[in-house]
Nanobody, 129 residues
Framework: QVHLAESGGGSVQVGGSLRLSCVAS????????MSWFRQVPGQSREGVAA????????YYGDAVRGRFSISQDSGGNTAYLEMNKLKTEDTAIYYC??????????????????????WGQGTQVTVTS
């Protein structure tokens, strides 16, 4: 079992920045495809960004490409989401997720919630105008 713990959420004004962190613990060797999703009440979970083990390949949702950046530490057990130029529509609960597989298998899979086996509890991000 893999446990994921997010941190770094909060409230920020439009145009501001936040950095989210996700620490994986338990049955992990740092070789999992990891991602960030977000969800607004009443809507489905949206893929934000994903990163392959080692950080060589990244994927981004259309809504955040060019503004958000996903990265991970050298051990592969901590993933980060740097969020810049935040907009009010970025307000959501942000979840970290990890696959059992080491492969992200392309953007369509990497940004699909069904592809992930482990989820964190989420961290709230609120962008105010």
């Amino acid at each position: 079992q893999v446990h994921l713990a997010e941190s770094g959420g909060g409230s920020v004004q439009v145009g501001g920045s936040l950095r989210l962190s996700c620490v994986a613990s338990g049955a992990t060797d740092g070789s999992a495809c990891m991602s960030w999703f977000r969800q607004v009440p009443g809507q489905s979970r949206e893929g934000v960004a994903a990163i392959s083990p080692g950080g060589g390949i990244t994927y981004y949702g259309d809504a955040v490409r060019g503004r958000f950046s996903i990265s991970q530490d050298s051990g592969g057990n901590t993933a980060y989401l740097e969020m810049n130029k935040l907009k009010t529509e970025d307000t959501a609960i942000y979840y970290c997720a990890a696959r059992k597989s080491s492969y992200c298998n392309g953007g369509d899979v990497a940004l699909s919630a069904r592809a992930y086996d482990y989820w964190g509890q989420g961290t709230q991000v609120t962008v105010t105008s």
